[in-house]
C-alpha cells in the first residue's frame, strides 16, 4: 500500500462486496477481497494474492471500479473493509 495514503484502521469489517455496498462505503476506504488466486514468485514459491484490493475511489469513479471488481469475479464474495480512522 501507498504510505502517503490516509492512515486505515487494522480492524477489518467483513461484508459481502456488491455494488449497492461499494456506491454506499466513504470515498478513502481499503477493499481487500478475500477471495485469493496463487502466484509463483522467482524463488518459485506460490504467494496468495487477493482478486481485489484498492480504496474505494469518488462517486464519479466507481462505475468503472466496479467493473474490475466485476472483471477479476470478486462480486458477491466476502471482503475485508478498512475505514478511515478519526483524526
Known amino acids: ?15 459481502k462486496l456488491t455494488k ?15 477471495t485469493e488466486y496463487f502466484v509463483k ?3 518459485g ?8 484490493g484498492e480504496y474505494v475511489l469518488p462517486l464519479s469513479k466507481r462505475e468503472e471500479q466496479w467493473k474490475r471488481i466485476l472483471r477479476v469475479r470478486a462480486n ?4 475485508d473493509i478498512y475505514r478511515k480512522l478519526a483524526k
Open 76 to 79: 458477491n464474495r466476502l471482503c
Open 41 to 43: 514468485d522467482q524463488e
Open 1 to 15: 500500500m501507498d504510505k502517503e495514503r490516509i492512515s486505515i484502521s487494522r480492524v477489518a469489517e467483513v461484508r
Open 45 to 52: 514459491q506460490f504467494q496468495a494474492t487477493p482478486r481485489f
Open 20 to 34: 449497492k455496498l461499494l456506491m454506499e462505503l466513504e470515498e478513502g476506504c481499503y477493499l481487500r477481497s478475500s
